[in-house]
């Protein structure tokens, strides 16, 4: 399966990476203010899940 | 709020905890043995089977996926049911998913062994295999999902992201790289050539690294090193922000292993961005693991277990930091082909990959047997020995691979190569041995932990029956006020499987879409032609014989390049070349343009025995090659396979095939006969001399390639 010749060239294409680019920036963007403005105390519960179950002894 | 009664699987555990330790001294020792054959040549034993070509992808295959897997899964089982509380799903798919991925491994040492490979790095089992590995992969994902959706714990823990990204990613990166036509039950071609081929290889083989030896052992340490520890993670949200950063960005970076070579400028430049962004997403695991434990360093002291685990994620900072670095155009010109790769490769290796794996087992085995360890005096032995074996490998490859590359970039004053390929060669060979003494102590270490290992389960008694007790979720959830989207995400595993999906799926196609689909990426060029029959069949020689795991075929446009190996190589070169045979490394030299270069009876001397051609060459003899009858039958479906795949031979041309292949090897013939050389034209080496004779002599006749 040759796909070389199907195009001489993809007219616009550096709308892709654009896309991608915001995509990414904004998701990144959104996660972080999530997690600045996140609840503490949900945080510390999960990060307590390991510790907290019946193997907790070290 | 009624109590649910369970029980832990531990005996899945178990089982995984043992393969891990077995396949982690078989893939070792494997390593060592081909680090020694570089200094000792006569440790190939002139058959086959042994030879480094084939012994170097079991050693890979081992230590990856029968060491580095089956770690993968013991950790996953252990922790994934207590995270969720919950009982794995089947235990029956827990049995096939066991006893699959070790006849898995089993086939793939006897298959590499044998020859059968698609020549394609850490992807070389072949297609029955390739279907095999997905069967169990399947399974291994149905049991994994099908405890999420049954757990008590609604929460996922960040360790069940990067499990769910490894499960749903790796599925990904196997299909689309194994996509190829069988041959024969044994022999297959991969669907892409040359530069496309580079690109799928790579994003695999990158992502490999990635999502196996990285992402599930990530998973791995945000479980065992708070358990461990005993202390919660240092930060939450970093995990959060670093996970959907590192599965974002880690797909885009497989081209920062083609830096230099034909591939498209525009992906190279990805390759290199994206490889240095991924700085921070993998340094912010780093930090996460190292500052757990501030204000408890004095439990490292007295732990074993957390000295190899903290050891283990100081190896992971400092290869995640060096990759990046090497993924600079001006330092990959320096760094590639040589043992420099082969340092970092094994700083991660051994340092994470191996540290990690040794943590758990010596923290997990004394739990599973309701015990105390064995020695801890053994163990700490372990742990200097094998530190100190890390050192003991990578520095002397650090060196040796800026020794390699001064010296192939050296010129006189009067504007020659100062240095033949042979010298270099011969210069590597203290820095071998220095390596394999590290080896040698890395394996020592591990045999001492086994030793210590086994001790301690005869004297426990196994925890077969491991109960626990939490109330089952409620029917629906009762979300808080204003609650986050990702906290949505956090409960909802399907969704996460399937974002995490699409997330790593950008990268991929930005990069494959235009590669294929863009003539002016591969530039055709005119005079480059399908190989004949008898140089198809020698080109699937070279490629049983793993010749490319030493020499490469892939010139760089740089000075010192030209000059040693001739016109630099050009992408349209290898639009034929099913599957690709770039390489990786040059312990031995460039093959691009070896067409012509020799006479027929050099190369028909050299693969009986190299040292007669090369003083001192380290290379194996290949004796078989000149006994062995060529499996001429398998020339007419090879050629269709060809022609299916677009490689433009002429119409049926399948019934010439055979005569036109008995007419070049009687030409071969001749020209040894000439040369004082008796032998039948039907031999496996006529073959092979035929396409070691075609390498990169068609554009040798061009004056300017054909650029559209």
């Known amino acids: 399966m040759k796909f070389r010749n199907y195009l001489e060239d993809i007219t616009g294409i550096g709308i892709y990476p654009l896309i991608s680019l915001l995509l990414f920036t904004i998701f990144f963007a959104l996660v972080t203010l999530y997690v600045i403005k996140g609840n503490k105390k949900h945080f510390e519960e999960l990060s307590n899940l390991p510790i907290n179950d019946k193997n907790s002894r070290s | 709020m009624e109590l649910q009664k369970f029980q832990y699987d531990n005996k899945i555990v178990k089982l995984f905890a043992y393969a891990t330790i077995v396949w982690g001294l078989v893939g070792m020792l494997a390593g060592l043995i081909a680090a020694i054959q570089l200094y000792v040549p006569a440790l190939n034993f002139s058959i086959p089977y042994t030879t480094f070509g084939r012994l170097r992808p079991v050693h890979t295959n081992a230590v990856i996926f029968a060491f580095v897997g089956n770690g993968i899964f013991m950790g996953v089982y252990y922790s994934l049911q207590r995270l969720l509380k919950a009982r794995m799903f089947s235990d029956l798919l827990s049995k096939i998913h066991f006893w699959g991925w070790q006849l898995i491994i089993v086939l793939a040492a006897i298959s590499l062994a044998l020859g059968k490979t698609t020549g394609k790095e850490y992807a070389e089992l072949e297609w029955p295999i390739d279907i095999l590995i997905t069967l169990v992969w399947v399974v291994f994902g149905w049991n994994m999902f099908g405890t999420i959706l049954r757990r008590r714990e609604r929460h996922l823990y960040v360790a069940i992201w990067f499990y769910v990204a490894t499960f749903v990613t790796v599925a990904m990166l196997h299909i689309v790289n194994s996509i190829e036509i069988p041959v024969s039950f044994w022999k297959s071609y991969s669907w892409y050539a040359g530069v496309q081929d580079a690109l799928v290889q790579w994003w695999y083989g990158h992502n490999a690294v990635a999502f196996f030896l990285t992402t599930p052992y990530l998973g791995l340490m945000y479980y065992f090193l708070p358990k461990i520890a005993q202390r919660p993670v240092y930060s939450y949200r970093l995990s959060i922000i670093h996970f959907w950063a590192l599965i974002f960005l880690y797909i885009w970076a497989g081209p920062h292993h083609l830096l230099y070579t034909a591939v498209p400028d525009w992906a190279q430049s990805l390759g290199v961005v994206f490889s240095v962004m991924l700085i921070a997403p993998s340094w912010g695991g780093m930090i996460n693991g190292l500052l757990t434990l501030r204000g408890a360093w004095d439990k490292v002291r007295d732990n074993v277990g957390l000295k190899f685990l903290v050891v283990a994620v100081t190896a992971y900072g400092m290869a995640t ?13 320096i760094a590639h082909y040589t043992d420099w790769i082969v340092a970092h490769v094994h700083i991660g290796a051994l340092g994470w990959n191996g540290f990690l ?76 041995i220095a390596r394999s003494i590290g080896g040698t102590l890395y394996l020592v270490g591990a045999v001492l932990m086994t030793y210590n290992l086994v001790k301690t389960i005869r004297a426990g008694s196994f925890l077969e029956v491991e109960e626990d007790e939490a109330p089952a979720l409620k029917g629906t959830y009762v979300s808080h006020a204003g609650e986050h989207w990702h906290r949505w995400i956090e409960r909802k595993p399907v969704q996460m499987m399937i974002v995490s999906l699409v997330v790593v799926a950008i990268g991929g196609i930005i990069e494959f879409v235009p590669a294929f689909l863009v003539k002016s990426n591969i530039p055709t060029i005119a005079s480059v032609k399908p190989y004949t029959p008898l140089e198809l069949q020698g080109r699937d020689i070279y490629v049983r014989e793993g010749c490319y795991t030493c020499h490469s075929q892939m010139i760089r446009p740089f000075r010192s390049e030209t000059s040693r190996y001739g016109e630099y190589s050009k992408a349209g070169e290898f639009v034929y070349d099913h599957p690709f045979q770039w390489g990786s490394k040059r312990t031995g030299p460039d093959l691009a343009r070896e067409g012509g270069k020799y006479p027929d009876s050099w190369h028909y001397n050299h693969m009986a025995d190299p040292t007669s051609m090369s003083p001192g060459s380290i290379m194996p003899q290949y004796p078989w090659l000149l006994e062995d009858q060529l499996d001429a039958n398998s020339t007419i479906a090879k050629i269709k396979a060809m022609k299916r795949l677009g490689v433009p031979y002429p119409e049926s041309y399948e019934t010439q095939a055979v005569s036109d292949m008995e007419k070049q090897a009687g030409t071969i013939t001749e020209n040894l006969k000439k040369d004082g050389i008796e032998t039948l034209p039907d031999r496996e080496i006529v073959a092979l001399i035929a396409y070691l004779q075609r390498l990169g002599k068609d554009i040798k006749g061009e004056k300017t390639a054909d650029k559209q």
């Open chain 2, 357 to 432: 794996t040794f943590g758990i087992l010596y923290w997990l085995i004394p739990r599973l047997f309701q015990t105390k360890l064995y020695s801890q005096k053994m163990a700490n032995m372990h742990f200097w020995l094998g530190t100190l074996g890390i050192l003991l490998y990578a520095v002397p490859m650090y060196w040796a691979g800026f020794m390699q590359s001064s010296m192939w970039k050296d010129f006189t004053p009067e504007g020659q190569l100062k240095w033949q390929f042979m010298d270099t060669v011969t210069k590597m060979i203290p820095f071998y």
């Open chain 2, 321 to 333: 930091f060096e990759g990046p670095m090497l993924s600079l155009k001006s330092v990959s010109a």
